[in-house]
């Protein structure tokens, strides 16, 4: 049976550093969103740059983002979760302050491109270290909960950013920057205050393993084929803050503030729906749940092609949304099932590496498509839609691949 909490029991049922979490995802999910958006914008409309160098630079950022990515996890689990955690964010900080004094001094492109891959590679470290802390201080029954509160804690700040952003980036694209900066040093001021180490490290240190163990996952050749399909989709679920920016501005004609408003609706519905997804996620085989979300991101980008005002943008947005809802804390999940005890973090990582290049190998291929097909919407977004309905067909396959215990929701286990 599926069990409903009230927000009380619900807050009374995790440890509080899974709050505190939350708070931290939200504040800096919250400046992430002010700024991503409306950095394609800005580099493509300010600076004049072609949308194939913009996919390039984020392509760099990804060759960034994955390095960390990967070491983020493994560090995490040698050093400990907070730590990493702290470092992450404290650079990510530091970083975008930095950003925003170039932006003001109107400084030369390759410094703007350096200070986007040291952010990539920052927020990167990050994520590996605190799904690893929570897969640490949540029973496996109720991880698949536990992540979706995580993503309600991201999509509150995706809620809130881009609706900031689109206000501040009339004004100055500095703001934006300075803004996110602080966002970032108020989430490493909650995890440096009140969340301790989840982690025994010196339990880790007492048995070391050797090379061949250490690697021992990339010869898992179903979690790499799962990897690979979490990075079709997620490099089409990345579309949304690079590609489709560009579009609705430039083709489409809407301003920043309704470009704002519209991630806004992605957060929203996280946050309302996030819950009613989870319940549904856990009446199927995760890979389902997978599979169903890359159908519904597929569609959500089908709908895109024929969308020529807000209206129509807004219920693609809407049915991409909901892909997400599934996608997310399904993917989170099924790592963690299938991750060795000791190795959470290592699994973690790998699985964040595919994501990561999904996440920006997407406005690469996204921003190449865009410069050659930019009035011709049904190859643009069909090709985009085509990649999702790939994704979806392969994390079904999976069903026969996964052992059952690994694949059935934390309920049925």
């Not at 301003?255 to 992605?266: A, E, P, Q």
């Not at 599934?326 to 000791?342: C, R």
Request: proline content about 3%; charged content about 10%; overall charge positive.
């Amino acid at each position: 049976m599926i069990q409903t909490h009230s927000i009380s029991t619900l807050l009374r049922k995790y440890d509080r550093r899974i709050w505190y979490l939350f708070l931290a995802r939200v504040f800096t999910a919250m400046g992430f969103a002010i700024v991503i958006p409306f950095l394609s914008i800005y580099l493509y409309s300010e600076l004049g740059v072609p949308m194939k160098v913009v996919g390039t630079i984020f392509l760099l950022a990804a060759l960034s983002r994955a390095t960390m990515q990967l070491f983020g996890g493994e560090l995490s689990d040698r050093h400990g979760r907070r730590v990493i955690m702290l470092w992450a964010m404290g650079g990510r900080s530091v970083t975008f302050l930095l950003l925003a004094v170039v932006i003001l001094l109107e400084q030369r492109l390759v410094f703007i491109v350096l200070a986007v891959m040291l952010s990539y590679g920052f927020g990167a470290m990050f994520m590996p270290a605190a799904d690893a802390m929570i897969a640490d201080l949540v029973p496996n029954k109720d991880r698949i909960e536990a992540y979706g509160i995580q993503r309600i804690g991201l999509n509150a700040g995706w809620a809130i950013g881009p609706a900031i952003g689109g206000f501040l980036a009339t004004l100055s694209y500095f703001w934006l920057f300075f803004m996110t900066a602080l966002l970032f040093l108020v989430g490493y001021g909650i995890t440096y205050f009140f969340i301790r180490e989840s982690h025994n490290v010196r339990a880790q240190v007492t048995h070391r393993q050797g090379i061949g163990q250490r690697f021992a996952v990339v010869k898992n050749r179903d979690f790499l084929l799962f990897c690979f399909y979490a990075l079709l989709v997620f490099s089409i679920m990345t579309q949304i803050v690079s590609t489709l920016s560009v579009y609705v501005v430039s083709v489409i004609g809407l301003n920043k503030i309704h470009l704002g408003f519209l991630y806004t609706i992605n957060g929203v519905t996280i946050i309302l729906l996030q819950f009613p997804g989870i319940a549904l996620i856990r009446r199927m085989r995760l890979t389902s749940a997978l599979a169903l979300g890359a159908l519904a991101v597929s569609f959500g980008y089908s709908i895109i092609l024929g969308a020529d005002s807000f209206g129509l943008l807004a219920v693609a947005i809407f049915v991409l949304t909901i892909g997400e809802i599934f996608i997310t804390p399904a993917g989170s999940t099924l790592t963690s099932n299938w991750a060795p005890v000791d190795e959470k973090g290592r699994y973690m990582g790998v699985y964040g590496l595919f994501q990561s290049f999904g996440r920006s190998f997407g406005p690469f291929y996204g921003g190449f498509l865009l410069d050659a097909f930019l009035h011709k919407p049904v190859i643009l977004w069909g090709t985009i839609a085509a990649v999702g309905l790939v994704s979806a067909l392969g994390f079904y396959s999976l069903r026969w691949h996964v052992a059952p215990e690994t694949n059935l929701s934390p309920v049925e286990a």
